[in-house]
């Protein structure tokens, strides 16, 4: 049977019998500022299972809530003398998808909320890893920017095409990220309107849903890490009214962006920002501000939550990133998970590149741009620093991203890892069972693993291509690695474990 309710919160007023003006000018009353009837979010959305969610409302006076769905329970809460939170919790979904509307009533004002509940359950944590599957990095290509300007074919570069995502697909890919740095493309205030760069974006996107594949896109480049552009986070961490500044457009482009794409289905990722943080990766003065750049960021990723959940549409129900302090995984707990007007759509993403000395390149002690060539428990000594992170340090890492997130059904991407290519022979026998082990071990925790392609043909040092940009082939030593990376993220079958790849590491040899 149809049922109908009205919520209300009855103020008792506390009056001070007698009570006199101390002022001398005791004919002053200026009349009080009128407090707007606002509403935090006007959508909620849930799947299948019971769930609740939460949202504030501003009103003068105490809002009556009026439902007629028997399947939606409603509870007011009074935070502050004007502000309130409405507390919703639906019943478990046996049927269509449906919708509820509730009118929120502050005096003469009346506003809607609507309420969709899906007929389809949360996915879990092991079902969104396996729908990432193994993911790529078209590094250095829409994120590459000079003079201040984003700029695809800069560096050399060739345009991203179809081809090339096709032949990714049939690699075993199953998702792109797709790093985009929109420098040189946004207009000025106060609308701050993105140029074509948009569509060239959205002709990507294209490419990716033709070819089957995921494809996340994101700010990259925009003036994280203290590089003066106009996502100037160290500012905006000092100054209140440049905050505002950064506020607003994060605001703006992102709505945008969302807008562009409002329609485009759930194999679109948004990823807020890349790795933002203050110009000295972690070191700097997130260490001893008690905590302020830490929930500056987590301000933004509130933002940008709202900016693209308020454009509707497909926008409502999307999967979004949601990356910590730095992008990596070593201050990921100062993160805080942004409130979400919709249950079960959030997704945390955190880089990997340990260890660094290892899988990426350093200066040696004789300035020397160089790499180690061996990694682990078989690596000749010399090669590798037993003290550095080694299997079970890296497993460790994974383990402690599972119990913070994955364990509470918080589904988590490795946005960005890599090994940059090596001579074949024993070096090349080394990244293969490092980028095996490794996609194997975030597989196991339920992480899903997007290897950063930086577009370096060559072998060595700064060299980390998979893919040729042009043609789309398999380059250098690639094809075992590749086959190694999607074997660790899809064969579940009890004899290939952790423990087998460990097994099968390289020979050690005794010097």
């Known amino acids: 049977m149809k049922t109908s309710y009205i919520l209300q919160i009855f103020l008792s007023l506390i009056i001070s019998v ?5 002022s001398d000018d005791d004919d002053y009353n200026p ?28 009103s003068e006076v105490a809002p009556q809530i009026d439902c007629g769905a028997n399947w939606v329970n ?6 502050t003398a004007s502000i309130y939170r409405l507390n919703v919790t639906v019943a478990e979904n046996s049927g269509n998808d449906r919708t509820a509307i509730v009118k929120i009533i502050s005096g003469t004002e009346t506003k809607t909320l609507a309420i969709n509940q899906s007929s389809t359950p949360l ?57 985009v740095t929109w420098l040189g493309h946004i207009g000025p205030a106060p609308d701050y309107k993105i140029d074509g760069r948009l569509e060239r974006v959205a002709e990507i996107v294209g490419y990716a849903e033709k070819a089957g594949l995921n494809i996340i896109i994101n700010i990259h480049h925009d003036g994280s890490g203290g590089y003066g552009y106009w996502l100037d986070f160290k500012p905006a ?40 943080h203050d110009g000295d990766w972690g070191w700097g003065a997130n260490l001893t501000d008690n905590g302020r750049q830490y929930g500056l960021l987590n301000e933004w990723l509130q933002i940008f939550v709202d900016a693209v959940r308020s454009t509707g549409g497909k926008n409502a129900t999307r999967y979004l990133g949601i990356p910590g302090y730095a992008g990596g995984w070593e201050l990921i707990e100062h993160l805080e998970i942004p409130k979400d007007p919709t249950i079960g759509r959030m997704l945390v993403s955190v880089h990997c590149y340990s260890p660094g000395k290892f899988c990426q390149e350093f200066y040696d002690e004789g300035g020397n741009w160089t790499y180690l060539p061996e990694w682990g428990h078989t690596a000749t000594e010399g090669k590798y620093p037993a003290d550095d992170v080694d299997e079970e340090g890296l497993a460790d890492i994974f383990r402690g991203l599972k119990a913070r997130f994955t364990d509470n059904n918080i589904p988590v991407y490795i946005g960005e890892f890599t090994c940059t290519n090596r001579p074949s022979g024993r070096e090349t026998e080394f990244r293969d069972y490092y980028l095996e082990y490794f996609c194997k071990a975030a597989h196991d925790c339920g992480l899903a693993p997007i290897f950063w392609d930086n577009n370096g043909p060559g072998l060595g040092a700064g060299q980390g291509a998979i893919f040729n940009r042009q043609t789309g082939e398999i380059i ?36």
């Open 18 to 22: 007698g009570a006199t003006s101390c």
């Open 31 to 58: 009349a009080p500022e009128k407090i707007n009837f606002v509403l935090e979010n006007d959508l909620l959305s849930f799947q299948k299972e019971s769930a609740s969610n939460s949202f504030r409302i501003k």
């Open 74 to 79: 409603l509870e007011l809460e009074r935070l």
């Open 123 to 179: 996915a879990s944590v092991s079902d969104i890893t396996a729908w990432l599957g193994l993911g790529w990095n078209p590094g250095n290509h829409m994120d590459a920017y000079k003079n201040g300007v984003a700029d695809e074919l800069c560096d050399f570069n060739y345009p991203l095409t179809q081809e090339l995502f096709d032949k990714v697909k049939a690699a075993g890919f199953k998702t792109v990220r797709l790093p």
């Open 237 to 276: 961490a000092a100054n209140v009214a440049k905050n505002l500044e950064v506020q607003d457009q994060i605001q703006k482009v992102w709505t945008q962006i969302a807008e562009r794409f409002v329609d485009t289905g759930d194999f679109l990722i948004f990823e807020a920002f890349n790795e933002i």
């Open 476 to 511: 250098q030593n690639n094809a075992s690695a590749v086959a190694a990376m999607v074997r660790a993220v899809s064969d579940d079958s009890p004899e290939y474990t952790l423990q087998s790849i460990y097994d099968r590491a390289p020979v050690k040899i005794e010097e």
